[in-house]
């Protein structure tokens, strides 16, 4: 039995440990914010902060998160104020935006560590996270002016 | 674009007349003293100085399957309540266009309505009442900007005429105005007397809708939300807070969720499997063979295969991997990449089906002072969309109800009532948001499989989740293709001779017995309609047979046609001697409208589906995205070693598009773009924050497919699986900042597509900048990540 703080409601879970956390949010906890683009990791859209970092949680299983703080794009903040959701909506950054929880979990985490990104630190930190659409000056753009409000 | 190519499939299938789209638009016979309509109102027309009549133009919508339903109708597409809360119906599918926003957003404010009380609801798939819902082929804007003013026009008249008959007054003196109509005095100045459209709205949905000629619209002058870019897309905040709806988060009571093990060949059938160790997989609940679709032409039938359900996706999806399959042998495991672009290059270095011909080639080739040929090859490409497909089905008896993000709501639901054998009315496709689809998601065998899967389990709802891998293997791939350019100079150095000859599978494959020709879809793509001022001029198509499921993606053959096209003339202006930019503008010669006739292009010429007359080719705008482009982006001006400015232009979609690439090749030869700049002529627009997004956003993908997308074949089976092995740009390494210029129309320049022609200028313009910086010319797409 796994014990795990999802956006600040503890839950518990005893089916299989090895559960990657993707599912365990979208098919059991019914949190579809997270999303599945890849399985591997490879593409970010499944991003989610594990004790504050951004972990991708398709890779990431219940057995690793147990005891653990989870906060999903659902749970970011209450009322999508968040200043990365904020600058996310002031320069329009979302094409079809299946993409931008998983983008807005990673920006939010590295502002959360650095709130004065270099350019070098931005493409670093988000490059993992693809978006096919290719909204990625505004993503960079974006980050830029959120580093003011974090 | 699909159930349209079905048509156009059958079209050539019983090798008809010439697919010449005669626009027998309905609104042409609403015209004038005809009343053809039998309900002209009654009403006189508003004394609205500043609207005017705008001139119907007929576009390639009328003759898409179901034409444009009742899109002009004002009952079908808006509702207005007490409270004056406005709904207006999005019958288009929002993929990250903006379409869900746009064309609602041209509607309202047409009749006036105040945005922050509009809200959107999507339409499900429906076609005879809506009209034709294939989202994809560059057309929403371009089909339904009209038919959507028409009924934001005809809405706010209604208004106005229930004001009147309220106030007892001349329907003249009532003027819509922010979500009101207000009463004018004889000087037509506002009393201040006013009325909400909440407290009209019952009187004026009984009246009956304005006849066409007597509607009149509004200036551009005039335009409170069009044109202005300040319109936020309706689902922004519910992206940014992950609550808006994706195909797979759609969750019924009891739903169960299912993969499918599909065959890695296409073709290829089970010949036996062992699902003994996957049923014994916790949380497994079935698992049983899917039949595929196997004649030919498959068009979107299921390939087939066995179908693993289980009470959640990851149980299903490692479940799937414990499955032991044998495959029966297919003839497509013949497929492989290498041997095929040999054989395409073959196939290219002899003549072919001519398909345009004008002057005589063989004669200026023969008489050239000198001579150029290049062969341009481009890998198949895979969507990849970021939302994986998936699809939600509830097969209950004779009643069924699919939730999918698809691209052609309508299409798929005659495709799955006829597999489910039940009548299209028992059947309803409702539409979630896309996470992207680039064509990929205008073919449903995936919904088809969720119904199938549904149905066997007797009614229990299904969640049908492609993975990533299955979303990369088994796709309908972009054609691979060799595009091969020879040109004859003369002896003042001009373009006496052109001949251009493609070889590709074809998407008609896919719809009808494959002979190895394109069809006049893929001729229309930037190939027998090349717009310069070349005498001699012939078009070729050579024989290459499909061995996998060709489908379109984003800009279809206009992608390798602009990358060969543009790239050769970059070369031709090099080995000259010339200037690339002065060069291409010669080759586009004089300001000229192109007769297609007088140029030999062939009688069933293909222009995007609309009539020539409503979007004829003007070398003139042509020429000033060019200018307009190399201006903005510095042309000429001396850069440090390793950089250089690429420039390509092309025109689709009756769209105008030149862009202009600066790229950095850095020591170890990798390429970076530190800019970009596209300049776009798309006629009339509406929402140019979005044309915006999507030009960008063709800069990155156009970097993708230029740079690392590629799919590839070894005996049949695709060498790709996830985005580790199919490569796209990220945030690493991207084109840095994007300028978008937008041509302001002109009177007459009608809508043009604009999501997919910001792309196919985009590879060759990093190409030629390529060259320019480092002397190598690539002409191959994928080139890879560096300069070798």
């Known amino acids: 039995m796994a014990t795990i703080t999802v956006n600040g409601e503890s839950r518990t879970f005893d089916g299989d440990p090895g559960t990657p956390l993707l599912w365990y949010l979208r098919d059991i906890a019914g949190l579809t914010g997270t999303k599945y683009g890849c399985g591997q990791g490879v593409c970010g859209a499944c991003t989610i902060h594990l004790d504050g970092a951004a972990v991708r949680s398709c890779m990431t299983t219940v057995e690793m998160a147990n005891g653990k703080t989870i906060t999903t794009i659902e749970g970011l903040s209450l009322d999508g104020e968040h200043p990365v959701q904020k600058a996310w909506r002031e320069l329009s950054v979302p094409q079809c935006g299946f993409c931008q929880a998983g983008q807005i979990m990673q920006a939010a985490s590295l502002l959360a560590k650095n709130n004065a990104p270099s350019d070098t630190d931005i493409a670093e930190d988000m490059s993992g996270n693809l978006c096919r659409c290719g909204c990625y000056q505004r993503i960079h753009a974006a980050i830029r002016l959120a580093a003011g409000g974090v | ?788």
Request: charged share 20%; proline share 6%; glycine share 8%.
């Open chain 2, 1 to 788: 674009m699909l159930h349209y190519l079905k048509q156009e499939a059958q079209k050539a299938e019983r090798k008809a007349a010439p697919v010449v789209i005669e626009n027998v638009s309905r609104r042409k016979f609403l015209g004038g003293a005809v009343a053809a309509s039998g309900f002209v109102l009654a009403v006189r027309i508003p004394d609205a100085a500043a609207l005017e009549p705008l001139t119907p133009y007929p576009t390639g919508g009328a003759s898409m399957p179901h034409g444009y339903g009742n899109a002009s109708d004002p009952h079908v597409f808006v509702s207005i309540k007490p409270d004056g809360a406005v709904t207006i119906l999005a019958h288009r599918s929002e993929m990250g266009t903006g379409v869900r926003t746009s064309l609602p957003m041209v509607l309202a404010d047409e009749m006036e309505a105040d945005w922050s009380r509009v809200s959107i609801q999507q339409a499900v798939g429906d076609e005879p009442l809506y009209g034709n819902q294939d989202t994809d082929g560059s057309r929403s804007m371009r089909h339904y900007i009209q038919p959507m003013r028409e009924c934001g026009a005809a809405m706010r008249q209604m208004l106005e005429t229930a004001a009147a008959a309220k106030w007892g007054v001349d329907v003249a003196l009532c003027r819509a105005k922010a979500h009101h109509v207000v009463l004018l005095d004889a000087e037509k100045n506002d009393t201040g007397k006013k009325l909400g459209f909440g407290e009209l709205a019952e009187a004026a949905m009984a009246l009956p809708v304005p006849a066409r000629d007597t509607l009149l619209f509004k200036t551009p002058a005039e335009f409170n939300y069009m044109r202005k870019g300040e319109t936020k897309i309706t689902d922004l905040r519910n992206i940014t807070m992950g609550k808006a709806v994706y195909g797979a988060d759609v969750r019924l009571p009891g739903m169960k969720f299912a993969v499918i093990a599909r065959p890695s060949v296409l073709g290829s059938k089970v010949k036996s499997f062992d699902a003994t160790e996957a049923k014994k997989m916790a949380g497994v609940e079935d698992i049983f063979e899917m039949e595929g679709v196997h004649e030919v032409p498959r068009k979107f039938g299921q390939l087939g295969g066995v179908v693993v359900v289980a009470n959640t996706t990851y149980a299903a999806i490692i479940a799937r991997e414990s499955l032991v399959i044998e495959w029966e042998q297919s003839p497509n495991a013949s497929y492989n990449t290498d041997a095929y672009f040999k054989e395409m290059s073959k196939t290219a270095a002899e003549p072919g089906k001519v398909i345009r011909n004008q002057g005589d080639f063989d004669a200026a080739w023969k008489g050239a002072k000198s001579t150029f040929t290049g062969e341009y090859h481009m890998q198949h490409l895979s969507q990849a969309a970021m939302e994986p497909l998936c699809c939600v089905a509830r097969v209950d008896g004779d009643k069924a109800e699919l939730w999918a993000p698809v691209q052609s709501p309508y299409g798929a639901r005659e495709d799955i009532a006829k597999a489910l054998g039940l009548p299209i009315e028992n059947v309803t496709v409702h539409v979630t948001l896309l996470g992207g689809g680039f064509g990929r998601k205008s073919k449903w065998d995936f919904m088809i499989e969720a119904a199938l899967v549904s149905k066997k389990l007797g009614g229990t709802p299904v969640l049908l989740q492609w993975t990533r891998e299955d979303d990369i293997r088994h796709g309908f791939y972009h054609t691979t293709s060799v595009e091969r350019i020879d040109m004859a100079f003369d002896d003042a150095g001009k373009v006496a001779g052109w001949r251009h000859r493609t070889v590709a599978p074809s998407i008609l494959s896919t719809f009808a017995p494959d002979s190895g020709y394109q069809f006049p879809i893929e001729y229309g793509m930037g190939f027998v309609n090349l717009p310069y001022d070349i005498p001699n001029l012939r078009c070729e198509n050579g024989q290459a047979l499909a061995h996998t499921r060709i489908g379109w993606y984003r800009s279809v053959s206009n992608i390798p046609r602009a990358f060969a096209v543009q790239s050769a003339v970059a070369e031709a202006a090099h080995m000259l001697g010339k200037d690339h930019k002065e060069f291409l503008l010669e080759l586009i010669g004089p300001d000229r409208t192109l007769d297609p006739k007088a140029l030999g292009f062939p009688e069933d010429f293909w222009h995007y589906g609309d009539p020539y007359e409503s979007f004829p080719i003007e070398t003139a705008r042509l020429k000033h995205v060019v200018n307009l482009a190399t201006e903005k982006a510095g042309w000429g001006k001396p850069l440090p070693k390793g950089q250089a400015l690429g420039l390509a232009a092309h025109l689709a979609w009756h769209n105008y598009v030149a862009t202009v690439v600066h790229v950095d090749v850095k020591e170890d030869g990798t390429i970076t773009v530190p800019h970009a700049v596209t300049v776009m002529d798309c006629g009339f627009y509406v929402n140019p924050e979005r044309i915006r997004s999507q030009v960008e956003g063709a800069a990155v993908m156009g970097m993708s497919q230029a740079l690392y997308s590629g799919i590839t074949f070894k005996d049949g089976a695709v060498e790709q699986s996830n985005f580790f092995d199919y490569n796209i740009a990220t945030m690493a390494n991207f084109p840095k900042i994007v300028d978008v210029h937008i041509v302001e129309p002109q009177p007459g320049r009608n809508a043009a597509g604009v999501g997919e022609p910001g792309l196919p200028p985009f590879a060759p313009a990093l190409a030629n900048a390529v060259f320019a910086a480092t002397g190598k010319r690539v002409r191959r797409m994928p080139m890879g990540a560096k300069v070798a």
